[in-house]
């Protein structure tokens, strides 16, 4: 496929820090994989309570070093002003000028949510401390976030997340093109002109991601997941069919005019390079 074919919808990618010397070179080589896409850029997790602080920064730096823009994730629960200034400060140091903010989760065993209440509040102290020069990122919900009891209200809390000042958003994963759709046009009516890039999980373990799909209150359609569950352990039919439906889903976003695709890849390359190549994604041969 050469790249005059090749779709003109960007692409990014999601890693999380390895915890090891051999998942770091691991995955080196995943980021040189995906380079061949163009990636506009690749965004580093940030565990709960900052607990994975300085694997986020290790990580992103050696991303850095690569060549290629890396953009850490950043939440505020159980965070001061002053540590988030602090982190903030080293990025800034680093060059490093995007970061995806998140109100985050709070770490097992801990009862208080810190300074910020919200990832508004979080939004706004980085736009207030750092000015214009930061590009800044925030999480969306097409099927609404777990812990929010009342549609309109998560809607109105992502709009309080782009008034504070964000660029931009990526969205949970789903499998339901619809709901993202849907999603956007409520958001827009609040106002809302940013761009909203949804976010895709390919089927790297049907198990892992059901679990993801159930904690987080997100719809695996009923003919995927009785499909899935019939292949039991068949790795090979279940790459297929997982394959099959993401492209099928990814084409209908792009064909609705998402504005790019962000592929959460759990720190491998090779379903997301053949899903890329499938959908002209990039510049795949």
């Known amino acids: 496929m050469s790249s005059t074919t090749t779709s003109s919808t960007p692409v990014s990618f999601e890693f999380f820090p390895p915890n090891t010397p051999v998942g770091t070179e691991k995955l080196k080589a995943v980021v040189q994989d995906l380079s061949v896409l163009n990636p506009h850029y690749f965004s580093v997790t940030y565990g709960a309570g900052g607990s994975t602080r300085d694997k986020t920064l290790s990580t992103v730096m050696d991303i850095a070093r690569a060549g290629f ?5 950043l939440s505020c629960v159980g965070s001061t002003r002053e540590n988030i200034a602090e982190i903030l400060a080293t990025y800034r140091a680093q060059n490093i000028r995007r970061v995806v903010a ?17 990832a508004s509040e979080l939004v706004a102290f980085i736009r207030e401390t750092q000015g214009a020069d930061w590009q800044i990122e925030v999480a969306a919900y097409p099927e609404y976030h777990p812990q929010q009891r009342y549609a309109a209200k998560d809607l109105q809390h992502f709009a309080d997340k ?13 499998f339901n093109p619809d709901a993202y759709f849907n999603f956007v046009d409520e958001v827009r009516k609040l106002g809302v002109t940013a761009p909203i890039v949804p976010g895709i999980m390919p089927f790297h373990n049907y198990a892992r991601i059901a679990q993801f799909a159930a904690r987080d209150g997100i719809e695996i359609p009923r003919w995927v997941a009785l499909k899935m569950e019939g292949y039991m352990d068949d790795a090979a039919s279940i790459r297929a069919f997982g394959l099959d439906v993401m492209t099928r889903v990814c084409e209908r976003l792009i064909a609705g005019g998402a504005p790019g695709i962000h592929f959460y890849t759990l720190n491998q390359s090779g379903l997301t390079l053949e899903l890329c190549k499938r959908l002209r994604l990039g510049q795949v041969s």
């Open 162 to 174: 782009m008034a504070a000042g964000a660029n931009s958003a990526i969205t949970q994963f789903f």
């Open 69 to 73: 823009e890396a953009a850490p994730h």
């Open 102 to 118: 998140l109100r985050g989760d709070l770490p097992s065993g801990t009862a208080t949510a810190g300074e910020f209440r919200y």
